[in-house]
């Protein structure tokens, strides 16, 4: 037993001097080198709960732990979960329960997830957890969606948030659509979006810090969860019904979790605590709405740009060919996306060759695959689900995920992250308190071939690090200025590569990544490029090719303010069609999860530029 110090007045002060010395014990294990892979796991080390775990049938947990029908022992809670392992392989410290949580689903955007907490760890600072270095990192390697949801939930419960607000921020209800929803409540959401993404996908998660006991569904309600309540207050929540046999006279209640919604019973208080009425203390706690209002802005009123690049109708064609733009591009893809507003319709698969296999240049968003839901994972119906969708997203730097303040929302709201030229030089001119952009070169001199290109990219991340420290707030990355000395970075080398560096330095928090490129002209090359952590994007050279094809006569019936409102609404409904198929709602989510797997890709290559991506096979 570990005792506890008599100048430790408060319980949670006693947990929290718990939390550090386990995280501590878990580090320093997991870095000698006697560990050497081998399993290590404290379960419990708690003065409020006590959690047994093990690879148990459910007819083995009492002879493996008589404990718990040892009738000394009373409690006025329990979280039971039985389950099979379907996405990692078993072993006992992925187990459920894990400390505060067990989990009925699949966390789509973990790896996303998992970069951004990392990267947020140089902003956090606690007064509660005044040495935060001996805590870091926060998420442990090799544990599933479940052990690292668990293990971020833990850290924001322990700097001081109550468990069912930290688990809100972690999974919020659809809110921006929902036309019933109090004005605070959205408040109440969109702030805490300005602090950290949705964790999305179907998940059921039951949780408990000893004292309260709940559990929360997601935005879709993918996953089953039934309640009953008895007339001698007995509360009894499980996927299923029938789990115990109760007697229906007994039965006050029987209700089903609701999608987004949160059951919660308090036992100091001895009572069920209402979703409406949770979440109205939470969102009326402190003044969301007056922070957004004051903080963050919406990209239509910026300002009005000082200058807007004017299309340049004689380069277009060599541009075009500079980026590899075919007739099957402008005829097949492009055209249909302006006329009608949404991407072409196509037969099921595709036989083209692989790029690696392919004689012929092919970008390289053709080397990567996206990943779709299996088994038990449903992708969503983005068209018919529209109400739990959310394309609008924000950009900009981050604070300290530990303090609520005003600033925390300092960033600009983006409708889609679509972006046309007059936007973007919105973002670019920008000259509001806490918004400074700079514009940053993806260009590397043909000459040096492939060492030039390597060069560049370094210099690209040196100059993305300087401009954090010299405080911009927004990095443009520009392939402009593309001559036959300076060819173009290309796109999603460049974002992937800025990204996972800034990752690494623990710096991609503290800025907006916007993307002006030739490149980008279809809902793949979008999707990578938000995938692997772009803000936002503008295809510049899409554009000026849908205006080369009005006045050549090959969209007619469109001017250019309709061509270009159509393109952006074909591309935001094929990027919203893409993430849908991974059964995720949001594009806050979305960014920075590179949900793909490279096929024929260098293993050196994707692990420096595009870290933590699959690449089976190897290749250039």
């Known amino acids: 037993f570990i005792g506890r110090n008599p100048s430790i007045a408060d319980d949670r002060a006693f947990e929290r001097k718990l939390y550090v010395i386990r995280k501590r014990v878990e580090h320093t294990v997991f870095a000698s080198p006697e560990q050497n892979g081998k399993p290590f796991h404290l379960p419990s080390l708690s003065s409020n709960t006590l959690i047994y775990k093990g690879m148990l049938s459910a007819d083995q947990i009492e002879t493996m732990f008589p404990d718990i029908v040892d009738p000394a022992i009373e409690s006025a809670l329990a979280l039971v979960h039985q389950r099979f392992s379907t996405n990692t392989f078993p072993s006992w410290p992925l187990a459920h329960p894990y400390r505060y949580i067990a989990h009925n689903g699949e966390i789509n955007t973990l790896r996303g997830n998992i970069n951004w907490m990392h990267a947020r760890e140089a902003l956090c600072e606690s007064d509660l957890l005044p040495d935060l270095k001996k805590i870091f990192p926060i998420v442990l390697e090799g544990g599933s969606d479940s052990a690292i949801f668990d293990n971020v939930l833990e850290f924001l419960v322990m700097a001081g948030r109550p468990l069912p607000h930290a688990v809100l921020m972690m999974i919020p209800e659809a809110w921006s659509g929902h036309e019933s929803m109090s004005e605070e409540r959205k408040a109440f959401y969109e702030y805490h979006g300005c602090l950290m993404e949705p964790w999305d996908g179907p998940a059921s998660i039951a949780f408990t810090d000893g004292t309260v006991i709940g559990a929360v569904l997601d935005r879709n309600g993918l996953r089953p969860s039934r309640y009953y309540v008895t007339k001698d207050g007995l509360v009894v929540m499980a996927s299923e019904v029938g789990v115990l046999d109760i007697p229906p006279e007994n039965v006050l209640l029987k209700e089903r979790l609701h999608p987004g919604r949160i059951f919660l019973v308090d036992t100091a208080q001895g009572r069920i605590i209402d979703d409406a009425e949770l979440k109205h203390a939470y969102a009326t706690e402190r003044p969301y709405q007056q922070w957004l209002k004051q903080n963050l802005v919406p990209l239509e009123e910026l300002p009005a740009p000082p200058h807007v690049h004017e299309p340049d109708h004689e380069s277009v064609l060599r541009r075009q060919q500079v980026f590899g733009y075919t007739h099957e591009d402008l005829r097949i893809l492009m055209a249909p996306m302006a006329r009608d507003g949404q991407e072409p319709v196509g037969s099921m698969g595709t036989d083209a060759a692989l790029a690696v296999l392919s004689n012929r240049p092919r970008l390289l968003y053709d080397y990567f695959q996206q990943l779709f839901a299996q088994v038990t994972n449903p992708p969503l119906d983005g068209i018919r689900e529209e109400l739990v969708t959310q394309i609008a997203t924000t950009i900009g730097p981050e604070r300290n995920l530990l303090k609520p303040e005003p600033k925390s929302c300092r960033q600009i709201k983006l409708k889609t992250p679509i972006l046309d030229n007059e936007e973007l030089a919105k973002i670019r001119y920008v000259d509001l308190p806490g918004f400074k952009s700079i514009t940053l070169p993806m260009l590397f001199p043909v000459a040096e071939g492939g060492a030039g290109l390597q060069r560049a990219l370094d210099e690209l991340c040196r ?143 994707v692990d420096k530029c595009f870290t933590w991506t699959a690449t089976r096979i190897s290749g250039v």
Do not use: W
């Open 463 to 605: 100059k993305a690090s300087q401009a954090i420290a010299e405080g911009y707030a927004f990095i443009i990355l520009s392939d402009r200025g593309v001559c036959k000395d300076l060819a173009p970075i290309p796109a999603l080398l460049a974002t992937a590569g800025v990204h996972h560096h800034l990752v690494r330095e623990g710096t991609r928090t503290r800025v907006g990544l916007v993307i002006e490129s030739g490149e980008p002209r279809e809902n793949h090359h979008a999707a990578l490029l938000i995938g692997y952590g772009a803000g936002a994007i503008n295809p510049y050279l899409a554009f000026e090719t849908l205006d080369d094809m009005i006045r050549e006569g090959l969209l007619p019936g469109l001017d250019h303010k309709n061509a270009m409102k159509n393109y952006i609404k074909a591309l935001n409904k094929a990027v919203l069609k893409v993430i849908s198929k991974m059964g995720i709602s949001t594009i806050q989510s979305y960014r920075g999860a590179q949900i793909f797997e490279a096929v024929g890709l260098n293993k050196e290559f």
